[in-house]
């Protein structure tokens, strides 16, 4: 995937490894001079001067340091997130907060400071890099899946006003990526499961992918890339799920089937029956009470 961007600005926050890292030498080699974020100065100081772009070493759980980056840019990254994974009833408060600030109110603070500048040269382009976990849940990570969850919704909010101004709001939703965020999961996860660490990616991580392995930060980069090219100008308010088809084997999938409507409603319709009743007859069958 090759996207012509020479002349354009773009900001990446959590740019010094993983995703961010990726999308960073993805938007440098398509010409894009980048602003790197992150709260690692070494790493971040490292990878501006590889990609030839600026380094600004912030916490974006501190609003202040937020609202001190560059607004004037063309493509904003929202990468940066943090993992802790507890049940809720032994989850820190302040956790929870520092991950939802993070994750969910440090994008809405950049862009709606972006804006602005995206509507007068009625160019932008704003990508979010949600989860799975912005679609469904899991057990032990509440502040993470309700922040990833605040993210599908403010992207969609920012389509809808943005894109009658040339500005594109999109999320990716990958399943595990190979980063340093999934990496520092393993000891959590084992704890929290009761198994050896070494047993963690095969039997928590890739029991539902059909694919079976993790995802490549780069894999993900090439999608932001296409979000930002002329390809996908009329691609706003989307959701580009990249899980391996992790989803098509939960139960949520035959809940928005079509067949599975259609059947409902010639239960009610054609039989006369009580729709309550269907409803639940219908759950229970797919395993929703289990």
Known sequence: MTSDLDGRTALVTGGASGIGLACVRA?????????????????????????????????????????????????????????HVSPVEEFPPEKFAAIVALTLVAPFRLARAALPGMYARHWGRVVNISSVHGLRASPYKSAYVAAKHGLEGLSKVLALEGGANGVTSNTICPAYVRTPLVERQIADQARVHGIPEDEVVEKIMLTEPAVKRLVEPSEVAQAVLYLCSPAARYVCGATLIADGASMQGNWVSSLLSTQAIQAMNQQVQGNGADPAAVAAQFLQANGVNK
């Open 27 to 83: 938007l440098a080699a398509a010409g894009a001079k980048v602003h790197v974020v992150d709260i690692d100065e070494h790493r971040t100081e490292a990878a501006a001067a590889e990609a030839g772009g600026w380094a600004h070493v912030a916490d974006l759980t501190d609003a202040s340091a937020v609202d001190r980056l560059p607004a004037e840019v063309d493509i904003l990254v929202n990468n940066a997130g943090i993992q």
